[in-house]
């Protein structure tokens, strides 16, 4: 059994009653993608934190406002493991950005390079 499954301010209550779901079919489960993004709040948006960048523009740079914060990406993505360690998932790859975005391979690195300017 394979799911994404990023944690986020409207799900964390019950992220970890989701995640024990996914073995009701007494399968072994994978955790095909999670993660965290780089800047201070990117924790309480999950998978949307790419939000905080304009795609729009060439190349895409990150909006206003946002702060890098590489210990709370850490903290998280700590946290999650702990959890799918104790919930018995088989495997979990951290997702690193969208290496495949329609932009070119390699925008999620150049993301967290351009939060670092």
Same mark, same amino acid.
């Not at 019950?14 to 489960?29: D, F, I, Q, S, Y």
């Not at 990150?62 to 493991?81: H, M, N």
């Not at 998932?89 to 670092?116: D, I, N, S």
């Given at each position: ?12 209550a019950t992220?970890t009653e ?16 999670f993660g ?6 990117a924790?309480?948006?999950g ?5 905080? +960048?304009?795609?729009?523009?060439? *190349?895409?740079?990150?909006?206003e406002?946002?702060v890098?914060c590489e210990?709370?990406?850490a903290?998280e993505?700590?946290a ?9 998932v088989?495997g979990a790859?951290?997702?690193?950005g *969208?290496?495949?975005? *329609?932009?070119?391979?390699? +925008?999620?690195?150049g +993301? ?6």
């Amino acid at each position: 059994m394979g799911a994404n499954l990023y944690r986020n301010a409207e799900n964390k209550a019950t992220c970890t009653e989701k995640l024990r779901a996914l073995h009701r079919h007494g399968k072994p489960v994978v955790i095909t993608e999670f993660g965290c993004c780089t800047f201070t709040g990117a924790k309480e948006q999950g998978g949307m934190g790419f939000t905080a +960048v304009d795609w729009e523009r060439e *190349p895409a740079v990150v909006k206003e406002g946002f702060v890098r914060c590489e210990r709370e990406q850490a903290d998280e993505i700590g946290a999650l493991l702990d959890l799918y360690a104790a919930e018995r998932v088989h495997g979990a790859p951290e997702h690193h950005g *969208p290496a495949a975005h *329609p932009r070119g391979p390699g +925008v999620g690195r150049g +993301v967290r390079a351009a939060l670092a300017e």
